[in-house]
């Protein structure tokens, strides 16, 4: 499991005060509200850095972080990555789990058949989708639906998904 879960990323600067445009990657935006904290990961150094201030516009949310006051501060972190420790993340629900601890997993069938390698995760309006690349052939898509999905093994590093008829073509 990764110790960082990333939360946004910077796409631009926002006024002359020193905030910033963030793109949220994570389900809730709102949460931003709760977050002390954010590590800010340039590719080529990590900071800790304080958030001052939220607020919110269109599916954007506009962040301000404590001591950087002016543009010329902070356009060096356009598109910098937002990450929080999991220790600061939001508690998770039963049955909730983090995108990052699910992509990787090993998808396997209540048949016991191997299916494949979980590789993403779509976001769409009714339920998630998870997408499973099997070693040949073509991608399975499967609806994140208690119907679907039976057992999620972080530990063991699978999943157990049963199969309705048709989520997979027939070769």
Do not use: W
């Amino acid at each position: 499991m990764q110790d960082l879960l990333q939360v946004g990323a910077i796409t631009s600067t926002h006024g002359l005060r020193g905030e910033v445009k963030v793109f949220p990657t994570t389900d809730d935006p709102k949460r931003y509200k709760k977050l002390k904290k954010v590590i800010l990961d340039t590719g080529k150094q990590q900071l800790d850095i304080e958030i001052e201030g939220v607020r919110f516009f269109k599916q954007m949310v506009i962040v301000k972080f404590k001591g950087i006051d002016d543009i010329n501060a902070v356009e060096q972190y356009k598109g910098a990555k937002l990450f929080v420790t999991r220790k600061d993340a939001v508690p998770l629900q039963e049955d909730e789990y983090f995108f990052a601890d699910l992509v990787g997993l090993c998808a396997v069938s209540d048949e016991n058949e191997e299916l494949g390698t979980v590789t993403q995760i779509l976001q769409t309006g009714a339920n998630d989708v998870y997408v499973i690349k099997p070693q040949q052939g073509k991608e399975i898509l499967v609806p994140a639906i208690k119907e679907c999905i039976k057992e999620v093994d972080l530990a063991g590093g699978k999943i157990v998904i049963h199969l309705l008829p048709g989520l997979r073509e027939e070769t």
